[in-house]
């Protein structure tokens, strides 16, 4: 598992924070116009050369926290359905509550009709008291792939994309060994939901995009200042693109919200990835 563990102190903070977030996650699910700045998503487009995928394209969201199904999430199956995508990935934080398993799957459901979807949790899927096993039972049940600590390889005609699914950084579950060696031909994904992984990986890592979420941007912004808030695990980095060690990361600023529903200067994202 990458870096050291949660002092308990941090532990004891994350704890109180998400005991003090269920109250609002519980009453603004019920109240989806209290919610602001979450009707349009941007679409952001990130360039990959690599000729063996040349024509491809994948969708990245993350951050759904999605507890209850809302008409805003069919427009974002519209917009998806319209980029045509080879391939979705989702980068954790998938929900908040327990009760929003149902939801999250409909939702996910619908994506799957649009391309072969790949997940891993975030730190909000692990607070909400769900077992990683029952996570996998409901993605078996749905037909989606959830990567947690894993590898898969999907073969196109001329080369390989490799994707990675790890457990979430910020609490201290990931586990980089998962990473295959390069090879040739092959693209790399991985998928991971705390910038903080970019610090982690090296050299050997044959690793050619990470894409995180995690920061929600900051959620509230004021134009030419830092955020108010990030969370534990971004490693000052708010959102957009970040470079260490070789390595390329792209933090996604989420669709979903936490603790309340207002996201200020700071529109949700669906990030499309084209090669080239
Ligand atoms: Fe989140």
Redesign the pocket.
Known sequence: MIGRPLRWTQRLKIALLHRVSLPFHWLFNRFPNAEVGHARAEITTLACRHAPLAGRRAVQI??L?LDRYHSRHDSLLDTIAGLKPDWIFVT??LLTVSDGLPHLFRFLAGLRDLAPVYLTL???DHYSGIPVDRFSEWADRHKVHLLINQAMFVQTEDGELGIVGLDDPSLHRADLRCIPPPAPDRFTVLLAHAPNVLDHLDDHHGVDLVLC??S?GGQWQVPFLRPFWL?YGCNGRTQGHHDRNGHRLYINR?I?W?LLPIRWSCPPEILVIDWS
């Open positions: 993350t951050d926290h954790g934080d975030g730190n909000h979420g995690h929600h969370p989420g979903g936490s």
